[in-house]
């Protein structure tokens, strides 16, 4: 079931739940609680009104009748942003300057949190931004996983229509969800090490400004969600990591986190998240992981390398189960250098097309080092295809047993001037093809040109 509050204290507040209202059939309940003045309840959810601003409601779940799985604050964002809907957690890293307990955080609803920002960019009218924020102020014991949802960012928009009912319809969106996403098997014990069981397509942000435009980028790109983030303001508040464990920890409890992103320089920071058993990752693993099993991920960065040293995932990863079966092997150095000089994204795509990893260099784009294969069928199709992209640069391709040879007819200089061609033009005629005439006699290009042979060892 979802919880709303509307804040009366908040005109913002007030204006959205005019329109939740206006857009289900709800019935009126008693509120049957001293601080809620109003209640609804409709398919799906339930509506309390309160008279307190929403940051000093801590505990509010309890006023709920129905057996709340999610809780949304219809808010106001208040700030120099312009037009803009937006989405974000509550808590403190650090001081309560505006509501609940210092050094503490509610609980978040990461998966909620990112359908409900998809559901602002279907809804938004055109004028506005959608983006998220980092976690900040109260209420800090909410009771049920929560987060604030907001029209921003000043009078004009508080009271405007359009931006309310896009809050009110992205909030409704939310009926049926589920604060956290699916548990996944996180590392087979297949692979001897230790960790969760489960985990949860759930990070923890930390550094970079409020409106987190990295973290913004990374749920809107990827199938990850963010819970818990700390801006770099809240960073400075909370001081020395090492000092203030039990915060970093309930980052990641409260966000039902095992990986956390930062964004900047934080090396203390990253060395108590690692001390602590959970695993700091880049932007670019959390891209590439996207589709992919975690455990499968785990086992095949520890086979080969990190994704933060080149490791690419291939088509086939996304389709296979945590546990698959896999084998390694090293890509032909010479035959990939060659081919790679024909057409480098093909030659890459090819890889990717059939493995379920590959090691790369330059940032990514050029395969370089080993592969896991799910069978040796996988092989055979990179090197058929290794051979028919070689077939757009040479003269001729032909794959043996243990090699790959290339043939390559040039111009060959030496012959022309052993023949009397004087260099010059008729060089030129001669290396485009064209027959040239010398001292009376027609030298045909057949006559001055060489064959060259490269052997590439499979």
């Known amino acids: ?80 942003t ?23 955080l509610a609980r978040a609803c990461p998966h909620a949190h990112s359908e409900v920002l998809e559901a602002l960019e279907t809804h938004a009218p055109a004028d506005y931004d959608v983006g998220m924020e980092c976690t900040h102020h109260g209420p800090t014991d909410v009771g049920v996983p929560s987060m604030f949802v907001e029209v921003g960012s000043g009078e004009p928009q508080w009271e405007d ?24 098997p996180a590392t087979p014990a297949a692979t001897g090490e230790t960790g969760p069981e489960t985990v949860r397509r759930h990070l ?18 990827t199938d990850w969600a963010v819970g818990h983030l700390a801006a770099d303001w ?3 508040a909370m001081g020395d990591p090492a000092q203030n464990r039990d915060l970093v920890e309930a980052a990641f409890a409260e966000s039902a986190a095992t990986h956390a ?3 900047g320089d934080h090396p203390d920071l990253a060395a108590e998240i690692e001390a602590l058993g959970y695993r700091t990752v880049g932007e670019t693993w959390v891209q590439e992981v996207t589709g992919v099993p975690v455990a499968l ?43 790679q000089g024909v057409d480098q994204d093909r030659s890459r795509a090819i890889v990717a097309e059939r493995a379920l990893a590959f090691e790369t260099d330059e940032n990514g784009n050029r395969v370089a080092g080993d592969a896991a294969l799910a069978s040796g069928e996988a092989y055979e199709a990179i090197i058929d ?74």
């Open 82 to 104: 312009g037009p803009l809907l937006t989405a974000h957690h509550t808590g403190n890293f650090g001081p309560a300057e505006h509501g609940g307990e210092p050094n503490a």
């Open 204 to 221: 923890v942000g930390f550094g970079g400004n409020h409106y987190a435009p990295r973290f913004t980028r990374i749920v809107r790109e």
């Open 261 to 263: 992103v930062i964004d």
């Open 385 to 458: 295809g290794i051979v028919s992209l070689l077939e757009a640069g040479y003269d001729a391709v032909e794959r043996q047993a243990d090699a790959v040879v290339v043939r390559t007819e040039t111009f060959d200089p030496g012959k022309a001037k052993t023949l009397g061609v004087p260099e010059g033009p008729k060089f030129g005629r001669l290396s485009a093809g064209e027959p040239v005439e010398v001292n009376g006699r027609t030298i045909p290009p057949a006559e001055v040109r060489s064959q060259r042979e490269d052997r590439f060892p499979l």
């Open 297 to 339: 991920a785990t086992r095949l960065e520890a086979a080969l390398s990190p994704v933060a040293e080149g490791l690419r995932f291939g088509d086939p990863a996304r389709d296979a189960a945590p546990d698959a079966d896999f084998e390694t092997v090293s890509l032909p150095e010479a035959l990939f250098e060659a081919a």
């Open 1 to 80: 079931m979802l919880g709303v509050v509307v804040s009366r204290a908040d005109r913002a507040s007030e204006h959205v739940g005019e329109h939740l209202l206006d857009l289900l059939d709800w019935d009126r309940i008693d509120p049957d609680d001293g601080d809620a003045v109003a209640a609804y309840r409709a398919e799906g959810a339930e509506l309390r009104e309160f008279e307190d601003w929403h940051l000093e409601l801590d505990g509010i779940a309890g006023a709920f009748e129905a057996d709340l799985d999610l809780l949304v604050f219809a808010s106001r964002h208040s700030g120099e």
């Open 234 to 236: 809240g960073l400075d």
């Open 161 to 184: 229509p359009a931006a309310a009912e896009a809050v009110a319809r992205a909030i409704l969106d939310l009926r049926g969800v589920a604060p956290d996403a699916d548990p996944e």
